[in-house]
C-alpha cells in the first residue's frame, strides 16, 4: 500500500501564507490521484476543503487554494486567520485503494 | 440540509462484532457513493470502505478487507458497516461521508462519527 506523506508540522503569522505538499511513495502526484484537502479542528469532524486537485466548496474559504506542485498535492493558504489553526490531511486515490496522508498541524503565531 | 448521522458504536470485546448504521436525509440518497472513515484516539484519519450508489462495486482497505462489510439500503436512506472479528487496533471513532455521484472519496459532507472501543 502507498504511503502519503505530509509535513508533521507548520507555523504561519496571522496574514501570512503557508503551503502544504502531501507526497506519494509510489511517484509524482499527478491529477489522477484526484487529490483532497481536509480540516480537522480538535473533537470535530473533518471538513472537506478541496477536492480533484483545486476545486473548492462553498464553504471553503477563498484564502485556500490546492494544486499540483514539483510532484506532489499543495495546499496554500494564504492570508492566515487565526481560526486556519488545525490539523490538515491530504487524500489520494490508487485505483480503488484511498489513502490518507499522515497529516500536517498548522500553527497561528 | 443534508445530514448524516452515525450510530452504533459502543463497547465491544475483542473477537466481537458490531453493526454500524448511517442515516442520511437532506439530499437524494440513491445517487451518491458512501464511504466510512475511521480515526483511532489521536490518530490520524484511516479510510475504511466505500460503496456505489448501486451497490454494484465496493472497496475496502486492507486493513478490514475479511472482516468488515459495506451495504446500504436506499429505500431507507441507510449506510451500514457490519464489523466482525473486531481487535483492539479497531478503536477509533467511525466517520460516514457522502462521496460524488462517481468517486468514492469524502466528496463533501460527513457525520459527526461513532466511537467503536474493542477491548476486554
Known amino acids: 500500500q502507498a504511503v502519503v506523506t505530509q509535513e508533521p508540522s507548520l507555523t504561519v503569522s496571522p496574514g501570512g501564507t503557508v503551503t502544504l505538499t502531501c507526497g506519494s511513495s509510489t511517484g509524482a502526484v499527478t491529477s489522477g490521484h484526484y487529490p483532497y484537502w481536509f480540516q480537522q479542528k480538535p473533537g470535530q469532524a473533518p471538513r472537506t476543503l478541496i477536492y480533484?486537485?483545486?476545486n473548492k466548496h462553498s464553504w471553503t474559504p477563498a484564502r485556500f487554494s490546492g494544486s499540483l506542485l514539483g510532484g506532489k498535492a499543495a495546499l496554500t493558504l494564504s492570508g492566515a486567520q487565526p481560526e486556519d489553526e488545525a490539523e490538515y490531511y491530504c487524500l489520494l486515490s490508487y485505483s480503488g485503494a484511498y489513502v490518507f496522508g499522515t497529516g500536517t498541524k498548522v500553527t497561528v503565531l | 440540509e443534508v445530514q448524516l448521522e452515525e450510530s452504533g458504536g459502543g463497547l465491544v470485546k475483542p473477537g466481537g462484532s458490531l453493526r454500524l448504521s448511517c442515516a442520511a436525509s437532506g439530499f437524494t440518497f440513491s445517487y451518491y457513493n458512501m464511504i466510512w472513515v475511521r480515526q483511532a484516539p489521536g490518530k490520524g484519519l484511516e479510510w475504511v470502505s466505500s460503496i456505489r450508489s448501486s451497490s454494484s462495486y465496493i472497496y475496502y482497505a486492507d486493513s478490514v478487507k475479511g472482516r468488515f462489510t459495506i451495504s446500504r439500503d436506499n429505500a431507507k436512506n441507510s449506510l451500514y458497516l457490519q464489523m466482525n472479528s473486531l481487535r483492539a487496533e479497531d478503536t477509533a471513532m467511525y466517520y460516514c461521508?457522502?462521496?460524488?455521484?462517481?468517486?468514492?472519496?469524502?466528496?463533501?459532507?460527513w457525520g459527526q462519527g461513532t466511537l467503536v472501543t474493542v477491548s476486554s
Open positions: 461521508a457522502r462521496g460524488g455521484r462517481d468517486g468514492y472519496t469524502p466528496r463533501d459532507y
Open positions: 480533484d486537485t483545486s
